[in-house]
């Protein structure tokens, strides 16, 4: 990261990371709301799990898609306009899906909320690189940064859950897009009050020439290496959290709004992590912790998952009466919050600024792509084996990315001085 920062006042500064965290916090609730929303799909619309796990590939597939075609093009047009052309259009689906109700609406909602995410992280993560000036501080803002979006997960269980009646038929429950409507609102005003100026490009070039060297970033070993990493811990990530509020629903037993509220443990367990990660990482090295959290997560997945076989229907009215097994798989977050955001944070400390945009762009895809893998076939295995069989498939892919950030380890600087 050699490029200069740009100057500005800390006034400056801290209205445009707020304006970062508020998008931030809004697309958590949005994007991670598709858990519930494929359990309240299977029991209001009658989908199967196969067709409601469609939804993450609608989310998904609009942010890779979208990411590969505007990343390289977003510094030219500046990242202010795009953040707000990105908030605009999410406000607008969420007037409009509760009034259309029905299962095909939140396809359309999906995919126009993946678009929009693919710009606001792209343009934030290169907001990120202009406001740091140096590998530690960049680390340290992406974290803090990650840090809100994942309370905006947690809270957008709460959400949910306090729109979500005992009445599987009942679709007042979609309600909750007014308030979300009403959030990006917020977020606009946010924006368009930040002091966002447009990134000065090199000289002479051109959006063919930028997407060209998107494309060249690709083919870098260490580059390549790093996009394995991604797309795994995004897979497993994305394979549980969206499964989740699912399994303690028909595996545990819980009611629905029980088993929602559940699984904002998973969101608060990812956030205390990365939070922790923090202070961790000025200690020890992002290698040694990341192996540490990679093992115990198998380790978690080993103990909990027999804790699951057999359980009893019982009378669940709160998150006081569920059972221990309810409690430990959720913690899995605590374990695997450090990892994207330092894999993260090495790579694009490892580049010029003016290349972050391009760079979060590749991220963003494989983000995405694995991200709709994960979830796809989780369901696929949870529909026609178990929620135990489409748990315990997570072993694979964890197992393969102890392998990968191996690899990415050898192919990054040795003395690389990241810290979270």
Known sequence: MTDAPTILTNASRARIILAMMACYFLFAVLLNSVGTVILQSINSFAVSK??????EGFKDLSIAIMSFLVASMIPRFGYKLALLIALAAVMLICLVTPQIGQFYAFKILFAVVGCAFAVVKISVYALVGQLSDSPSSHSALLNTIEGIFMVGVLSGYWIFSFFITPDSNSLDWLSVYYILALLSLVCVLTI?????????????SSITSEFAEMLKLSFQPLVLVFIISAFLYVLIEQGVGTWLPTFNNEILHLPVDVSVQLTSIFAASLAVGRLLAGQILKHLHWYILLNICLVAMGGLILLTLPLTQGVSQQTVSSIFDAPLAAYLMPMIGLLMAP?????NSVILSSLEKHQHASMTGMIVIFSALGG????????YIF???????AFYSALLPLCLLIVSVFLFKQRSTPAHPIAA
């Open 50 to 55: 196969t067709q409601a796990a469609s939804l």
């Open 192 to 204: 368009s009050l930040a002091p966002i100026a447009k990134q000065a490009l090199p000289s002479g």
């Open 339 to 343: 990892i994207y955001p330092v894999l």
């Open 372 to 379: 709709t893998t994960g979830s796809i076939l989780t369901g």
């Open 383 to 389: 529909q026609h084996f178990s929620g135990q069989h």
